[in-house]
């Protein structure tokens, strides 16, 4: 155990990070075949506790990932969580973090062919307390760049390749002084953001695309409809919302393990509701954070203590 060297994790052994390296060779690197997830874990300073929030629900995910990618993980969910377990003790961890568990195609030959037994299976962890800023309101575009079809590459999984699309979107919003872009389907309904989902509000009432509108199957997402929304008495809608619905909502908000629950104040230079951070996003913000930093005991059985 020590403070100053971050631990990584590959096929069955702790490593220094700077030790874990991928070969040039990898198809995981040349073709971006592989899938990854994005965990985190909140420090509970009153608690002194580390928290891992839906650990499990993420590992399944990546199980899913890895089926549609035609791989054999080395470890079942479970499994995993044990090893994210032992790898935050061994780094100490004490802080807000977020975790990385990547599989991938890890064999060299030149064909971007998925072979069923080569599938290395990696985790990293680093601090991380905002993804976005939280408190103040997003400015948001509409891309011009057009979420990938679950006919193309399938945007229900978290594979390593489908983030070009997310990074053409990221770069042109950011280069035009907006901090994410929203993706429209190829049919023109609204999907995702560029790493997190959208909601909307309107009349009371949340309001968040499916799946089925080519984005991710989110672990927030469902937290926001299954648990903060009936916390709080709100009613929910999943269905398709297309674009000018989001110029004449109350209230917007992404969500996302990294995000979080971020407010959105404006979309096209458009203002959203009356331009302040929504009192329904907020509500749904703090609920939010209660929940995943172990504050509400109601909730602790979706978390993974680490000490
Ligand atoms: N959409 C995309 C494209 C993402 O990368 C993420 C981050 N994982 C999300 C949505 C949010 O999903 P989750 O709540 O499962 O983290």
């Not at 003790?89 to 890890?106: A, E, F, S, V």
Request: charged share 25%; proline share 4%; glycine share 6%.
């Amino acid at each position: 155990m020590s403070e100053s060297v971050n631990y990584g994790y590959l096929n069955g052994e702790f490593k220094p990070v700077n030790e874990i390296n991928v070969s040039i060779e990898s198809k995981g690197f040349n073709y971006g075949l592989g899938c990854f997830g994005g965990v985190r874990a909140y420090w509970n300073e009153t608690q002194s506790q580390l928290y891992i929030f839906r650990a499990l629900d993420h590992f399944k995910r990546l199980a899913l990932s890895a089926k549609i990618l035609v791989m054999s993980p080395p470890n079942s969910p479970e499994e995993s969580v044990a090893i994210l377990k032992e790898l935050l003790r061994k780094n100490d961890t004490r802080q807000n973090t977020y975790i990385r568990p990547l599989l991938y195609h890890d064999s060299n030959e030149i064909t971007p062919e998925f072979l069923e037994d080569d599938t290395s299976f990696a985790i990293y962890t680093r601090p991380l307390n905002h993804y976005f800023n939280t408190d103040t309101g997003l400015k948001l575009c509409v891309s011009s760049w057009r979420r990938i079809s679950d006919n193309s590459i399938p945007g229900r999984i978290k594979a390593t390749g489908a983030y070009v699309n997310s990074a053409l979107a990221k770069h042109q919003a950011k280069k035009a002084g907006y901090d994410d872009a929203i993706f429209l389907t190829e049919s023109g309904e609204v999907s995702e953001a560029s790493a997190a989902h959208i909601f909307i509000v309107r009349n009371g009432k949340l309001i968040s695309p499916p799946s089925t509108t080519d984005n991710l199957e989110g672990i927030t997402r469902r937290t926001v409809l299954e648990i903060v929304a009936p916390e709080l008495g709100l009613e929910v809608e999943e269905r398709k919302i297309s674009r000018t619905e989001l110029y004449v909502a109350d209230e917007v908000f992404l969500c996302g393990t990294g995000a979080e629950i971020a407010p959105v104040t404006e979309i096209d230079s458009r203002i959203v509701g009356d331009g302040k951070v929504g009192e329904i996003s907020k509500k749904c913000q703090s609920t939010y954070w209660d929940i995943a930093k172990g504050n509400n005991e109601k909730y602790l059985n979706l978390l993974t203590p680490i000490w």
